[in-house]
């Protein structure tokens, strides 16, 4: 990494800083997989994947991923103070050269294990588990990917401000700004089934006003009230260009071979557990992008009042809102609507197994989030200081993020003919509205310091948190849509007959969460001025379990009575107790 700045002061109150850096990252992601030749660095080497549940084991499915980019960005920042104004203005424009990137999706194989129902073709008289159809080798589904993942391009983005801090009066001063960002992708023809041939989607009218305003009450700076509203624009990841560029179906980059029960029993058995790529033309998953794409948006505003007790002590009380659009999140655009043939809408012909799931990155997702903020501080005032603050809050959305769940439970009937920009033909995006992953009603947070004699230092930082949500899944594709080749989103049913009664998204909750942490330190003074710092710090002092996951596969029985043995089983935790001593020469 290089960078570069200069800062030009032409008069008190003109100033001028630029700035240029040069920035490389090279990170590799590989396996780790006992039958790969030392480090899992080839595409076809280690695996398979196994998925049980809510357990996977063997080879990651995405791996090995090279990461290898470098960034050249500019900033340009102007600063003027004119009477009661203050005027800053910039701008930042980055150019990202993404040398080596690649996705090799399921190149080692990837089983998916689920219950089955009795198959007497394959021997089974009657229904067994996930974990049964391991010891059996009877695999539900099994995916395998083909093809040249590398996918190397360049990305640049931009964003300019303008901003003026007005000082109106003695006690009000109000802050007023407008910002424009934009994202520019590599010139691309895609070509997706049910599409006309589209280029990059482009969303140029990105421009976000922002307002503030804080009020002196008293006039003597003890009492402040401050108020606030904002848009406020998100750049969109950058893998997306390459994900959608590389996993394409197509003969230059990844084709994805998935076939269900019986014919996934013969991959299992056959060598290596692994299927080579079929000489005939098969129809293969594609990810698209959605061509009226978005940038990603939200509307913030706050107010709150601050009030200083005293000569050390502070209290405030804030309250947050936040409603984002057009976030992304992935549908599939060809799902199964005909469970018994298996047939897709984009199937040639009406021929059953002639086309594969599209799953389209589009901007559907929508998130909300009130918050109330309290606190109280102290200063260091003698011997010690502290900050307590609580926060109620509640925050929902209708879609995690693009990648981690996925797909909705229920992607709707195929593209709309006559609205191929649009959603999906009865795709209802309000039924996927849930509590956030994020979503933590209470947290008090204590932290403070207290100094002995002898100058020893004593810290402390106290957590108390309710627990985050989780996603309660049925195992199995309960719907019939095809899952897109992800696991099954479907979630279980109070009737496992009738559909409207699939609970709600994110409707588990973890336990909550209690830490404390600790730190006892002592500064020694020693020749020049020069210090040594000795510190012995604690984390998670009292060694409490703090569970951050759990097996989530409910099963295919009615909720909530009927559960699988395993289900709710604690699978991850947070770090025990853990401590350091570390020592800090300062001169």
Not at 74 to 90: N, Q
Not at 243 to 267: F, H, K, M, N, W
Not at 331 to 337: A, F, L, Q, S, W
Not at 361 to 388: C, D, I, M, P
Request: glycine fraction near 10%.
């Amino acid at each position: 990494m290089a960078a570069v700045s200069l800062t030009s002061v032409f008069s008190s109150a003109f100033v001028n800083e630029l700035r240029f850096q040069v920035a490389n990252r090279d990170q590799k992601i590989n396996s780790l997989d006992p039958t790969c030749t030392g480090g899992c660095d080839q595409e076809n080497e280690g695996g398979p994947t196994l998925e049980i549940g809510a357990i996977g084991v063997g080879r990651h499915r995405f791996t090995p991923q090279p990461r290898e980019n470098r960034r050249y960005q500019v900033v340009e920042t102007f600063s003027a103070a004119a009477g009661a104004h203050h005027l800053k203005a910039g701008l930042d424009f980055s150019y990202i050269d993404h040398i080596s990137q690649a996705l090799p999706l399921h190149f080692g194989g990837r089983y998916i294990f689920a219950p089955l129902p009795a198959i007497p073709a394959l021997g089974l008289p009657a229904p067994i588990s996930a974990i049964q159809a391991v010891a059996l080798g009877l695999p539900a589904a099994y995916v395998q990917g083909y093809g040249n993942a590398s996918v190397p391009y360049g990305y640049k983005d931009v964003s300019l401000f303008l901003q003026d801090d007005w000082r109106m009066a003695d006690t009000v001063t109000l802050k007023a700004g407008v910002r424009y960002q934009n994202q520019f992708w590599e010139k691309t023809t895609r070509v997706v089934n049910g599409l006309a041939p589209h280029g990059w989607p482009k969303d140029n009218n990105n421009i976000a006003p922002r307002l503030a305003i804080a009020w002196d009450v008293t006039g003597d700076k003890k009492t402040s009230v401050q108020a606030s509203y904002g848009i406020f624009f998100d750049n969109h990841i950058t893998a997306i260009w390459g994900i959608t560029e590389g996993i394409s179906g197509t003969a230059e980059q990844v084709r994805t071979l998935a076939v269900r029960i019986p014919q996934s029993v013969l991959a299992w058995r056959a060598p290596g557990r692994r299927l080579p790529e079929p000489t005939t033309p098969f129809p293969s998953l594609v990810l698209s992008i959605d061509p009226g794409m978005k940038t990603p948006y939200a509307h913030h505003a706050s107010a709150g009042i601050e009030r200083e007790l005293g000569t050390d002590m502070a209290m405030s009380a804030h309250f947050v809102y936040a409603r984002g659009l057009d976030q992304l999140g992935t549908i599939d655009y060809n799902p199964v609507t005909n469970p018994l043939t298996q047939g897709r809408p984009l199937d040639v012909g009406g021929r059953p197994g002639t086309s594969a799931s599209v799953l389209q990155y589009t901007t559907w997702g929508e998130t909300w989030y009130k918050g109330l903020a309290l606190s109280v501080r102290k200063r260091f005032n003698g011997r010690h200081q502290f900050l307590a603050s609580y926060t109620l809050s509640k925050a929902e959305d209708t879609s995690a993020d693009y990648q981690s769940f996925f797909i909705p439970q229920d992607n709707g009937f195929g593209r709309n003919p006559n609205d191929p920009d649009g959603l999906p033909i009865g795709f209802t995006p309000s039924a996927e509205r849930g509590p956030s992953l994020q979503d933590q009603r209470h947290r008090f947070v204590f932290s403070g310091a207290y100094v002995l004699p002898w100058n020893v230092t004593v810290s402390s930082i106290v957590t108390l948190a309710s627990g985050r949500p989780y996603n309660i899944l049925a195992g199995a594709d309960l719907n019939g849509d095809g899952n897109g080749g992800a696991t099954a989103p479907d979630r279980p049913r109070t009737d496992p007959a009738n559909p409207a009664t699939s609970i709600g998204r994110n409707a588990g909750v973890l336990p909550n969460q209690y830490t404390v942490d600790a730190r006892v330190a002592k500064r020694f003074g020693i020749r020049n001025a020069a210090t040594i710092d000795v510190m012995l710090e604690a984390f998670n002092l009292f060694n409490t379990t703090t569970y951050t996951n759990v097996d989530n596969i409910f099963g295919t029985r009615a909720y909530p009575g009927s559960p699988l043995p395993t289900f709710g089983q604690f699978t991850e935790a947070a770090p025990p107790f853990q401590a350091q001593l570390a020592v800090k020469i300062g001169f």
